[in-house]
């Protein structure tokens, strides 16, 4: 049996070694995972404060996609075609995870939408970066998203949203969690 004085390295090591492993398997895929038909518009960066709220304005058509990285604290997103200043009591879609938060914004919204940043009140100040994206299938297929031959035959490699990509969020929404729970116990060890 090991001393105890030469357990704690020994696990603190193996929680960085866990932590390193599971950031790099993130920061890999954050920008690996845009496929290819999205442009990119705009990339925002900012600062907001605990319980406060920036807003922003999109007025571009076409589907969207916004990907905003937390880069310090944790920032959520909250966006609504019926108003400017979205909230977490009035929107039409969120995104509130602790880590990369992703909203697709649908061609059929009303312009302008209104997006807002809400700093978490768990953290003094948030950082975060948001990548704006145009989507072109929506230009590529104009009356669906998949193009068939003249026997009927499925042409496309691109679908507007699959199952896969369900379970694609759901895998993101779970290293998110692992992720906060490694920082939890490495700031409750170190």
């Known amino acids: 049996m090991a001393a105890p004085g030469r357990r704690a390295p020994w696990k603190g090591a193996l929680l960085m070694l866990l932590a390193s492993q599971a950031m790099s398997l993130v920061n890999c895929s954050e920008d690996d995972d845009v496929p290819e038909e999205w442009i990119l518009l705009h990339v925002v960066q900012g600062q907001i404060g605990a319980g ?15 990907k905003m990285q937390s880069l310090k604290g944790d920032a959520d997103l909250y966006i609504s075609d019926s108003t400017l200043h979205p909230s977490f009591d009035d929107y039409e879609l969120q995104a509130v995870t602790c ?59 691109k679908h507007a949203y ?19 729970i490694l920082k939890l116990v490495l700031e409750i060890l170190f």
Do not use: C
Request: aromatic residues 12%.
């Open 52 to 66: 406060n709220y920036s807003y922003l304005r999109l007025n571009h058509e076409g589907k969207i996609i916004l």
């Open 99 to 157: 880590g990369q938060d992703v909203v697709y914004i649908p061609a059929h919204f009303q312009r302008p939408v209104g997006i807002g940043i809400y700093g978490h009140p768990s953290h003094h100040e948030s950082e975060f970066e948001m990548k704006v994206y145009y989507d072109t299938t929506a230009e590529q297929y104009p009356f669906g998203e998949t193009a068939y031959s003249s026997d009927g035959a499925d042409t496309s490699q």
């Open 162 to 180: 699959t199952p896969e990509d369900a379970s694609q969020e759901e895998e993101s929404v779970l290293w998110t969690i692992l992720i906060s």
